[in-house]
């Protein structure tokens, strides 16, 4: 899967000017799910104008009651409403500025499911963390508090993005070993926990992703595609990720 995270970027005439170009870059890709999360109010201009083509759309947060007096939030079946199949939880910018916790990424998975939407549920460690020998505890605590608590059949139906928050927007990436060695103490934990899934799900990387880095990322074969930020605004650049 390769996954493109708008961010707070475009407005729909933006959008719908993405996708002029991009649709017919892709049109003949069939080796991997391509996905865009635009903000929520693109989603109607993103959904017509990806009708009928390989590209799927998705969000980047939502809340986890289906409705109610929750000023600003918006639920998993409102965003389904939409046509969107995808929604991006727990990334870390959610994490650092509002307040999201492990225990408020398994609501939100849950409630994604319960919507009928797939999870790109984000885990990564700061450099902080990194650099005081912590990642593997930080990636086993976010995984334990976080996505243990799906039953087999949810988690079943999750998709992982590993993203180190020191590599995001930043031009920072992993090193591809780095990553990979991530992806393997991740894998390790869904194998504790959920057994042969462990090999079946998904692992995107996030963190800088470009054209230029693309290469070497997807040579691990830990690593099974990318969610990307800065470099997925740009048709031509996201296109050529995608078809790498
Ligand atoms: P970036 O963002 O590619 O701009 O680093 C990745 C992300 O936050 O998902």
Known sequence: MMAGNWKMYKTPAETKA???KFVPLVASSSHCEIVICPSFVNLETAIAATSGTNVGIGAQNLYWAKEGAFT?????????????????????????FFGETDATVLKRTIAAL??????IVCVGELL????????????SRQFQDGI??????QFSKIII???????????KVATPEMAADAHRMIRAEIQSKFGAA??????????????DNIKGLMAQPEIDGGLVGGASLDPVSFASLVNF
């Open 18 to 20: 993405f996708f002029d």
């Open 72 to 96: 600003g939030e918006i639920s998993g079946p409102m965003i389904k409403s939409t046509g969107a199949s995808y929604v991006i939880v727990g990334h870390s910018e959610r994490r650092q």
């Open 114 to 119: 319960e919507a009928a939407l797939t999870p």
């Open 128 to 139: 902080a963390e990194r650099e005081s020998g912590s990642t593997a505890a930080v990636l």
């Open 148 to 153: 243990a608590g799906l039953t087999d059949e």
């Open 161 to 171: 993005a590993y993203e180190p928050v020191w590599a995001i927007g930043t031009g």
């Open 198 to 211: 462990a090999q079946s799900t998904r692992i995107l990387y996030g963190g800088s992703v470009k054209p």
